[in-house]
Every structure is written in C-alpha cells, then in structure tokens.
DNA sequence: CTTTAATTTGAACGGGCGTTCTAATTTTAT
DNA sequence: ATAAAATTAGAACGCCCGTTCAAATTAAAG
C-alpha cells in the first residue's frame, strides 16, 4: 500500500545538492538558508519542509559523504590484494574522494558551543569511519606478515594525519598534480613499517 | 618630538588577548565583535576606535601569532646542531606553539568570497613562514651530507603536511600525551631521508 | 467534481550582526 | 584654569540570519 504519492523527491535532491556545492565552498556558518534557497530555485520555507534545520542538514549531507566515501572504497578494496598496494589505493580514494572542504564545515559546527550536542555526537562518529579503514589494511598487513608487528593504532593516527594534512593541498592544487606527493607519503610511510 | 601621550596601550592589548582566546575557542565567523567586546569589558565602539574592523583585528593577530612562533623557533634553533635534532625539535616546537585553533580561522576567512583580498593575501603569505622553517632544516641536512640529495620542495610539504595534520589532534587530546606521535613522524620521516 | 492531503511560496518575526556616530569623559598641553 | 586632544561608552543603523506560519497551489482519492 501507498506508494510515495507525490514526487518531491527531486526537489529534496536539488537542495541537498546545491547545499552541498555551498557548504563545501564556504563552510558551514557562511552558507546561508538563502543561499540554499537561491541557488536550488526552492523557497526557504520548502527547505524547512524538507530538513528540520540548517544543522540537520549539514549533518545529513556530511553522513551520506562520509557513507559514500566508504562505500566507494569497499567496491574498490578488492582490486587490491597485497596490504602495502591497498594502501597506495586508499591514498588515492582519499585525494579524489575524500571531501575535505565539506567536512571542514564539520570542525565549524562542532566547534560551537550551540550546536546541538547530538549533531556533534554524529560528526564524530564520522571522523572515525576513514579511521577504520586506514586500521583494518594494517591489520591485514601485519597478520599476512607484511608489516612488522607494531603499534596499529598509532600506525593509524599516523598515516590518517599525513593523508587528512595532505588532504588541506586540494584547497589550492589540482588533485591530479597531488598523486606523486600522496603515493611518496605512502611510500615513505611503508618503508618503515614493511618487514 | 611626542613621545606618545595616552596610554591606551594596554586597553588595546587586554582586547587583542580576549579576541585572540575567542577566535580561537570558536573561530572566526562565530566571535562576534560583541562577544569580544563582553570579554574584554570595552565597549563595541571602543574597539573599533582601535581597530579598523573585525577582519583586520583577526590578520593582526594571525600576524603576530605566526612571528612569534617564528621568531620562538629562530630562538631555539641553535640548540641543535646537527639538521635531524632541529627537526626533532621542530616537530615539538609546532606540538607546543602553532596555534592550529587560531589559524583555522584563517581559512575561515580565506574561504569567504567577502573578505578582503588583502587581507587573505597576507594569510597566504603567512601559510608560507612554517614551510620555509621546514626546508631550511632540509636544506642544511643536505648540504652537510646528513641527508640524501632529493627533491626538497616535496619533502617540505610532506613534512609541513604531516605536522600540520598531527596539530589537528591537539584539538582533542592533551600536547604532552602527542609527544610519541609526532616524535616518531618525524622518526619515520628521517628514515628516508637520512644517508 | 469535490474533498483531502501534499507541496510550495513568500511574508513576517525576533534577534544578532558589523559598523557608525555622537556625546561624555579623561588626559595632556598651555 | 582653560583649551585641545585622546579615549571611552553606548545608543542607533541597516542588514541578514534562521525559523515560523498562514495562505496558495498542485496532485491524488473518492
């Protein structure tokens, strides 16, 4: 029974993506509802039909990145056998398409005192998803005998700094130019931590 | 001739600590001149008398921040002789000085269409002092046969882009508890690097 | 065709923003 | 003591913010 009757659907994905252009060019508190409202064609109170508020919204839009992102790499992971060229594949997932400019809207958010401590709860959650996937090719590396035996969760805030730190470059370079100084981060990276 | 007369000085400089904890604590576009004003116990106005606006407030303190840091680090550099000690230190000297919370209200800035284009000039202009700490150590590693002969701008941004993402922990967690991390960063770094 | 429910608009609200301005007060110079 | 200059306060301005709401429009159901 009751199929969805109407279909503004559409008009929901239009918002949501022209949010996310936004929010992703000018962070979180300098997107302005108008600006959504303007630049998706959709009045601001349709916007409120559709989202709760402004920070819902962004919260939304940060999990289905973050979502995707990680689906993304699940597709791509088997393409990898070897730990060590999984780890060359992940630098690249991450510089094209980790969404660094959106999540920085994150930090924004989460770093006034007004947001609602639910929405930051949920940003951290996020934070810990590439965390997760940096963890689980060690963890592989280590028990198929690739890597030495070590500290796998300072190897994971290790590598995930120098990804997210290289990550801040795509503000200004083209990610194309970027490959060689993710792939030597990588490389560098395994030079100590292969057998 | 006209020593100066008044001594507002120091109002000036109560304004500039409270506005420096603000931006820092909740970043630029979310310290309003009236929280500033509230903090420092001078009025709106007051401020305003000293300086020429809100933006400019924050490029002097991103300025002074950033010459500091630079000027402390000139001050400790002779402490060690050989380039992978500096680097060590370097590395403690950004955990314990740069002041991540304050510059990432620079990009904060930098991101808005509206601000000034001067003033995101001279933010870009300071994005560049660390850098040039970085490869001054590498430089000298190399000219004094310490490290091997490579590709010194791109171990520049690989070592700036490591340390800068460690800084964003500091956000969390406690300096002292980052020590390990950031030590054997630069421990990893040096191994390929080093002769 | 009428009724009902879903969708969309646009005006309105209260509040806070960055900034300006005038006037009061304090300090210095004469 | 008086005039001039520097310092400070605080009200006021216009603007835009996030949000709400009532009314208009559109689509589906009977």
């Given at each position: 029974m009751s199929k969805r009757r109407y279909n503004s659907e559409s008009a929901k994905l239009e918002i949501m993506e022209k949010a996310f252009l936004l929010f992703s060019q000018?962070?979180?508190?300098?997107?302005?509802?108008?600006?959504?409202?303007?630049?998706?064609?959709?009045?601001?109170?349709?916007?409120?039909?559709?989202?709760?508020?402004?920070?819902?919204?962004?919260v939304l839009l940060a999990q289905r990145t973050m979502k995707e992102w990680y689906l993304k790499w699940m597709n791509k992971e088997p393409e990898f056998t070897c730990a060590s060229d999984k780890l060359y594949g992940m630098a690249m997932h991450v510089l094209y398409n980790y969404q660094t400019p959106l999540l920085k809207g994150g930090q924004e958010l989460a770093s006034n005192p007004e947001s609602s401590p639910e929405s930051i709860k949920q940003l951290y959650e996020?934070?810990?998803?590439?965390?997760?996937?940096?963890?689980?090719i060690?963890?592989?590396?280590?028990?198929?005998?690739e890597f030495k035996k070590g500290n796998v969760e300072e190897w994971t805030v290790l590598i995930g700094t120098w990804l997210g730190g290289l990550c801040q470059l795509t503000?200004?370079?083209?990610?194309h130019s970027l490959e060689p100084l993710f792939k030597n981060a990588v490389r560098i990276f395994l030079e100590s931590i292969q057998k």
């Open positions: 000018k962070g979180y508190t300098q997107t302005s509802v108008s600006d959504i409202s303007k630049a998706s064609g959709y009045s601001k109170g349709h916007i409120y039909y559709h989202f709760e508020n402004k920070e819902k919204l962004f996020l934070a810990v998803i590439p965390m997760g996937a940096y963890r689980a060690l963890v592989q590396g280590i028990e198929e005998g503000n200004t370079q083209e990610l």
